[in-house]
């Protein structure tokens, strides 16, 4: 596995790339988790990206898939029209692996059945499509309770996930897991449970803490914190775990929501107390 930084995962608007690579690289990252629909639509040239990174010993992380495929059937084919270009402009930079939510409770208006076999049509779309610009694909989903608000669980844990669209992974290889710490804790899933047999398809990690001590049930999605900050989520534990599978994902910091400790600091110094959370969670046979 791998150190990553991404400013999106912290809530913050990302800088300059050429001085986030810098700085990135100079605090201890292996790779950025780059914002690739902004750059594509800026006119940024993949070739500059990849020359970028290079310069500074930088990877590509993983990154978020750019378009909302859950939206209307209109706006899916629209987003199967752009996926392409979007991809190539992806491969081209050297971007292996992307990520996406799936849903995790029961839309209203929908069965489950019907829920279900959306995901799974416009999911084998989107696969089949990233796989021919041999990229990959993550699944992760929303494992906090109080997230669903009531609604009927649709697909809450990866173990589910797994399972109910257990059809299109097999039938795709693009197609894997991103394995988010905070979910598996606020959702009491296992690592084991929630990576069954897929130990070779994890395509992302994401990790972060609670700022305090809360009961699972009442958890809120975006109240989190860096690693270490309260130890709730055992992310060390976690780590360990997905580096006995021999996992070699990139892995980043997700705090949705800016958290206090970076609040005023300088690119600089966000950078290195975001690396200085990480040491003190990174596991030592990492």
Known sequence: M????????????????GIWAKFAA???FDAIDLPLRDLLEQGIPPESVRQTLHSQGLL????????????GHGEFLITLKKLGPFLEYARTIGVISLYTRVVESVPIGQTRDEALRWHRERLDQIAEMVGKYHLRLGLETVGVISFRNGKEPLMANLKTVRHELAEIIDRHVSLGLLVDAFHLHASNESLEDAVGPLHDRIFGV???????????ENIIDDQRALPATSN?????????GLASMNCMAPVMIETVKCPKDLQGLQLREALELVMDSFRKVWPSEC
Not at 62 to 70: E, S
Not at 207 to 216: M, N, Q, S, W
């Open 206 to 216: 994401h990790v972060a803490d609670l700022p305090t001590i809360v009961e699972r």
């Open 26 to 28: 100079e605090a201890g």
């Open 60 to 71: 590509c992380g993983a990154t978020p898939f750019p378009y909302d495929w859950r939206a």
């Open 2 to 17: 791998y150190k990553s930084h991404s400013w999106r995962g912290l809530g913050l608007n990302a800088p300059d790339l």
């Open 232 to 240: 709730t989520v055992p992310v060390t534990e976690i780590l360990q």
